[in-house]
């Protein structure tokens, strides 16, 4: 372990943890240091671009509070939330596939009876949701909690807008025995994650958008089945394909159909034009081990 070189540094390195109890501790960190080591000769990293990201990380550290989590949304614009989902969760393409949780989902959610509104009085679009959670035969799930949450008019969750002391825009519910929920709200837009941290910086210096288009989230989560973490996204957004953080998945596109207050499903129910979104969401077994 003395006078080691780039060349044999790497298995130096590697049999220093050579008693690590927990094998799978030892894979990680065996993997994780030789694809650590290939990364700095691949690049040639020079000691002014090693110190450039020591700082980077440790400002995306200082960055983190409970309520704002800089290494989560770094994990999730270098695609590495949704890498992990993906692995994680390999579902028939028929099932309702995940997406990432973000940031503005929170504990503290009023529990809502069937066809609440859950606007809290915000102006907007009115928007629909009657959504139905079946299992992979189409057989009704009852009792299933069921979380949405989604941003206003403006692209602001609750906690973000001024004025608004109460939850707004997100509630818990159960489906019935049908597998149905349903609620109404108002329809959300599109808006930036944010950008005033080292996160930031990537994007800009990568030239990337911000921009999320808008969205839906919608956590399901019933004894027996897997937990669907995911968001349904209008077709006719302009950022489907740009996402900062890899969310969009096809199948989690949905036509969010316009009707005149005096035409469709819910005619009358409005004064002016509404939207109404209707999904249904196939849940898989949860696997045991
Ligand atoms: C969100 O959809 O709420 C979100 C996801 C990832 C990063 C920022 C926001
Ligand atoms: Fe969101």
Redesign the pocket.
């Known amino acids: 372990m003395r006078d080691l070189t780039s060349d044999t540094i790497t298995e130096a390195v590697i049999s220093t943890m050579r008693d690590t109890k927990d094998p799978r501790v030892a894979e990680i960190l065996e993997s994780l240091v030789r694809h650590l080591h290939a990364f700095v000769r691949d690049v040639e990293l020079t000691e002014e671009e090693w110190a450039r990201g020591v700082d980077f990380l440790t400002r995306t550290g200082q960055m983190c509070t409970p309520t704002r989590q800089e290494f989560i949304?770094l994990s999730?614009v270098l695609g590495v939330t949704m890498l992990v989902d993906s692995l994680s969760n390999r579902r028939p393409s028929q099932a309702t596939q995940n997406s990432?949780?973000?940031?503005?989902f929170r504990e503290d959610r009023p529990r809502e009876a069937d066809a609440a509104d859950i606007s809290g009085g915000l102006p907007g679009t009115p928007l629909f949701f009657e959504g139905r959670v079946v299992d992979r035969e189409g057989a009704p799930v009852a009792g299933a909690a069921v979380d949405v949450w989604h941003s206003d008019s403006d692209g602001h969750?609750d906690v973000d807008v001024p004025g608004l002391d109460e939850p707004a825009m997100r509630a818990l519910f159960r489906t019935d025995e049908t597998g149905h929920f349903g609620f109404r709200s108002i329809r959300p837009s599109s808006y930036p994650?944010?950008g005033d941290g080292p996160v930031g910086e990537l994007m800009s210096a990568t030239s990337r958008s911000l921009m999320?288009p808008a969205?839906v989230?919608v956590m399901i989560e019933t004894p027996g089945f897997q937990r669907v973490t995911t968001?349904l996204f209008p077709s006719d957004d302009p950022h489907l394909d740009t996402d900062p953080?890899f969310?969009v998945r096809q199948s989690l596109i949905e036509r969010f159909d316009t009707y005149e207050a005096d035409a469709g499903p819910c005619r009358g129910m409005t004064e002016v034009p509404y939207i109404l979104l209707r999904r249904t969401f196939v849940l898989e077994p949860r696997v045991t081990d």
């Open positions: 949304l999730d990432v949780l973000g940031p503005y969750y994650i944010p999320r969205h989230h968001m953080v969310g």
